[in-house]
């Protein structure tokens, strides 16, 4: 970490990045778009000073640079974090289904060993989260029985007209009321998970607590401290005081270590005590089997806590824990049955009690209640459904349904729901429901905030419901039969095709969130199918996300001395954004007549261009048009680099660039002659590159660039006036990589991928016909 350069303070210890076109305005203790810039009561720093991400030696070739020090290497440099970013993402609340349920898209990011559910209907592993701030428009996409989802416009859903005419890649903006969105259907396992006592309890946090010593007061203590300072001995403090000389010693010892406070009170750590039945220290009671199988008795209590139960705490003992479930008065059959199976299942027989209003069974085993309290959630307001469920067979499903339905289902003639506070139980309840094999509708109702019950006002929380058709059975997963309704969902073995009932949108403020899936890149948002991030890699990511050792800027000009590296390359993210590491690197190496090189997006301030007196040469990536920078880059103005290329130039910086061709972005002829124009009106020598776009990121569902689109480029660029125009990520050999006279065409710099096969020049001039050629030879 460094102070940086080129920024400002401003009011109330806020200041202002200047580093880049963003301007970034960063408030006290926040970090700037980059990521990598942190404002720290009122000074702004570098977070990735002198911690390179990557360092690699790379052919020159490689950046692409054709005409500056060809056929030498290049020492590579990078640090994490780019002043770009794509905009493909979604709303903290987002929940996505995984191996162990339903999650938001935020807990994601505290959770290790992530497996998600794909389109393909398989787990697979989560290989990156990231977030990052954004402003802008957010779409609402409601479907016919779906949570709403958020996302920003560009992100793309798996989608059809007509589920027989197969599935598509559609982005959120270009969804219409006609798209079905895909669900996939989450299977149930064939076999009953067991259920470890001791790590569900191990996760239970337990609270430290302090008890005044009953014989010992502060009067006693002077006393004791008294007798000591008048030469007494501890026999003798003993018999005066009604004492053991032992503890006299001990409560001296104690004072002298730990002081007063300590000695006056005693504190107790609560821990677990093992066995066949496993239970916390100080419980009376007989603990709960270490191990329980998920069979269907324990998924009916769990069905009927997540309904009807709840876990409290003592107030005087805060260890001591009651295990309560509460029915109406009417409900005397559950409270048998929970109380038969409650003993059946844990050996302990409960208590049944009577309340103003309901009948209660009770059971004071602490253990017991924080089994239930861990898996199911303590309060009403964070109940869940718990995590084994989701890899259960289907008839221990059934029974889990069956008893959160008995105790807070109701059951209509055509329909049945239930109602909770808790969003993730309901979220938990469909994903059950999707598995037994039936496509629940999920609503959300915000009641009046507050209501009067047996005379006392109580604040209502919004209320979410989960509802489907009364002749699914629930227990069995079967059809019992099947009436047509008219706007019903459509189904394969596979996937439930839902319809789009609304598209609305609005101004969203904040972080947004997006995952990286190995091997299948594609995930659910609130039950949907949709793309994922891959290769984000080290561009999107922040400081914290990688480890990496201190390098200096003189070690990295040593590595690049014993390398023979005729130069240093500031690139793979935007060397923009760790300049002052670039600047003091590029000071060092210049007085030991290495050279330096930025591969950069070019949205750079020119005051930073001012600065940098030390850099030689710059190949800047045109990623698109004005449409591309504005929706994937994040209100990027293309102009401002444009202008940044032409200032370069203007300050005799050696320049090329690339422009990455990209389907249905930028391939047309008129974005390819509006290239090749500014390139001819910059300077006609500036070699122009031309290169393929690969499906990878958060654009899977582009197609590549054919070389002929790239070869026609070339020929148009070649027509306007431009001298040396390029071909890459082709094949190697390709005879566009190659670089000849444009007046007498012959073979100056013959090129196989990165590598120079051969250099056929006169100093700086052509051999045939003697043109003078714009490369920087070594």
């Known amino acids: 970490m460094k102070q940086a350069l080129l920024w400002k303070p401003l009011e109330n210890k806020t200041v202002q990045c200047n580093l880049c076109n963003r301007h970034c305005i960063i408030p006290d203790g926040k970090r700037g778009l980059c990521r990598v810039r942190e404002n720290r009561d009122g000074v702004l720093y570098a977070m990735t000073y002198a911690k390179p991400c990557s360092i690699a030696i790379d052919p020159i070739e490689k950046k692409p640079l054709f005409h500056f020090l060809p056929g030498t290497s290049s020492l590579s440099v990078a640090t994490v974090g780019c002043n770009f970013f794509c905009k493909h993402c979604f709303v903290p609340e987002t929940f996505v289904i995984t191996k162990d349920g339903a999650h938001t898209i935020e807990e994601l990011f505290k959770k290790e060993d992530i497996h998600v559910l794909t389109k393909s209907n398989e787990l697979h592993r989560v290989t990156k989260r990231f977030k990052h701030p954004y402003s802008g428009k957010i779409l609402k996409i409601k479907a016919a029985f779906l949570p709403e989802v958020l996302c920003t416009p560009d992100h793309t859903f798996f989608a059809t007209t007509e589920p027989k005419d197969g599935i598509s890649e559609v982005e959120a903006r270009d969804l219409t009321k006609q798209h079905f969105l895909v669900v996939p259907r989450k299977r149930p396992t064939s076999t009953m998970p067991i259920i470890d006592a001791r790590t569900i309890l191990s996760k239970f946090e337990t609270r430290s607590f302090q008890v005044k010593r009953k014989r010992l007061t502060s009067q006693i203590l002077e006393k004791m401290i008294n007798l000591k300072e008048e030469g007494k001995t501890s026999r003798e403090i003993a018999s005066c005081l009604g004492f053991h000389p032992t503890y006299i010693r001990k409560i001296f010892s104690i004072l002298k270590h730990h002081g007063k406070e300590r000695l006056l009170t005693r504190t107790?750590?609560?821990?677990?005590?093992?066995?066949?039945?496993?239970?916390?220290?100080?419980?009376?009671?007989?603990?709960?089997?270490?191990?329980?199988?998920?069979?269907?008795?324990?998924?009916?209590?769990?069905?009927?806590?997540?309904?009807?139960?709840?876990?409290?705490?003592?107030?005087?003992?805060?260890?001591?824990?009651?295990?309560?479930?509460?029915?109406?008065?009417?409900?005397?059959?559950?409270?048998?049955?929970?109380?038969?199976?409650?003993?059946?299942?844990?050996?302990?027989?409960?208590?049944?009690?009577?309340?103003?209003?309901?009948?209660?069974?009770?059971?004071?085993?602490?253990?017991?209640?924080?089994?239930?309290?861990?898996?199911?959630?303590?309060?009403?307001?964070?109940?869940?459904?718990?995590?084994?469920?989701?890899?259960?067979?289907?008839?221990?499903?059934?029974?889990?349904?069956?008893?959160?339905?008995?105790?807070?289902?109701?059951?209509?003639?055509?329909?049945?729901?239930?109602?909770?506070?808790?969003?993730?139980?309901?979220?938990?309840?469909?994903?059950?429901?999707?598995?037994?094999?039936?496509?629940?509708?999920?609503?959300?109702?915000?009641?009046?905030?507050?209501?009067?019950?047996?005379?006392?006002?109580?604040?209502?929380?919004?209320?979410?419901?989960?509802?489907?058709?009364?002749?699914?059975?629930?227990?069995?997963?079967?059809?019992?039969?099947?009436?047509?309704?008219?706007?019903?969902?459509?189904?394969?073995?596979?996937?439930?095709?839902?319809?789009?009932?609304?598209?609305?949108?609005?101004?969203?403020?904040?972080?947004?969130?997006?995952?990286?899936?190995?091997?299948?890149?594609?995930?659910?948002?609130?039950?949907?199918?949709?793309?994922?991030?891959?290769?984000?890699?080290?561009?999107?990511?922040?400081?914290?996300?990688?480890l990496t050792e201190e390098v200096l800027p003189k070690e990295l000009v040593s590595i690049a001395k014993k390398n023979n590296c005729k130069s240093i390359a500031y690139t793979y993210t935007e060397p923009t954004i760790f300049f002052e590491y670039a600047f003091d690197t590029s000071n060092l190496a210049h007085e030991s007549n290495i050279k330096n090189v930025y591969v950069t997006n070019g949205y750079m301030t020119e005051d930073m261009l001012d600065m940098y007196k030390s850099l030689d040469a710059a190949n800047v990536d045109i990623k698109g048009d004005e449409r591309f920078y504005k929706e994937v880059c994040g209100n990027v103005e293309m102009e401002k680099i444009l202008e940044n290329i032409k200032y370069m130039r203007k300050k005799d910086i050696h320049v090329e660039i690339t422009n990455l061709i990209i389907p249905g972005y930028n391939d047309d002829k008129d974005s390819i002659t509006r290239i090749a124009q500014f390139c001819k009106d910059t300077d006609p020598d500036m070699p122009l590159h031309f290169t393929a776009f690969y499906p990878a990121y958060k654009m899977l569902n582009v197609p590549p660039t054919k070389r002929e689109v790239l070869v026609k480029a070339r020929e148009m660029a070649l027509d306007i006036g431009v001298r040396y125009v390029y071909c890459g990520n082709t094949y190697p050999g390709d005879p566009y990589e190659n670089t000849y006279c444009p007046n007498c065409g012959h073979l100056l710099i013959k090129r196989h991928g990165f590598s120079v096969l051969s250099i056929d020049m006169n100093g700086d001039r052509c051999p045939s016909c003697g043109m003078k050629i714009p490369i920087v030879l070594e």
């Open 268 to 546: 107790f750590e609560t821990s677990l005590v093992f066995g066949e039945r496993i239970r916390f220290k100080n419980e009376k009671g007989v603990g709960i089997p270490k191990e329980v199988k998920l069979d269907k008795d324990l998924a009916y209590l769990f069905g009927m806590y997540c309904a009807e139960g709840s876990v409290s705490r003592h107030p005087s003992r805060p260890n001591s824990l009651l295990l309560c479930f509460s029915f109406g008065k009417h409900e005397k059959k559950l409270v048998d049955k929970t109380s038969l199976l409650i003993e059946k299942v844990f050996g302990i027989k409960p208590k049944i009690g009577i309340t103003k209003t309901t009948l209660q069974v009770r059971v004071s085993s602490s253990s017991l209640a924080a089994f239930f309290g861990v898996l199911c959630g303590m309060k009403s307001q964070n109940k869940k459904v718990p995590e084994p469920l989701f890899c259960s067979p289907k008839r221990v499903i059934g029974a889990f349904l069956k008893g959160y339905f008995d105790g807070d289902g109701c059951y209509k003639k055509k329909y049945v729901d239930a109602v909770s506070v808790s969003k993730k139980l309901i979220m938990g309840i469909c994903e059950l429901l999707i598995m037994q094999g039936v496509l629940p509708g999920f609503y959300e109702h915000i009641p009046r905030k507050e209501r009067q019950i047996c005379g006392r006002k109580v604040h209502v929380k919004p209320e979410y419901i989960v509802r489907f058709s009364s002749d699914f059975d629930f227990e069995k997963g079967i059809w019992r039969r099947r009436r047509h309704k008219k706007y019903h969902y459509k189904e394969t073995d596979k996937y439930f095709f839902v319809p789009i009932r609304k598209m609305s949108e609005q101004h969203f403020e904040g972080y947004v969130y997006n995952l990286e899936v190995e091997n299948d890149p594609t995930y659910t948002a609130n039950f949907v199918a949709v793309h994922n991030c891959q290769n984000w890699g080290i561009s999107q990511a922040s400081p914290e996300d990688f």
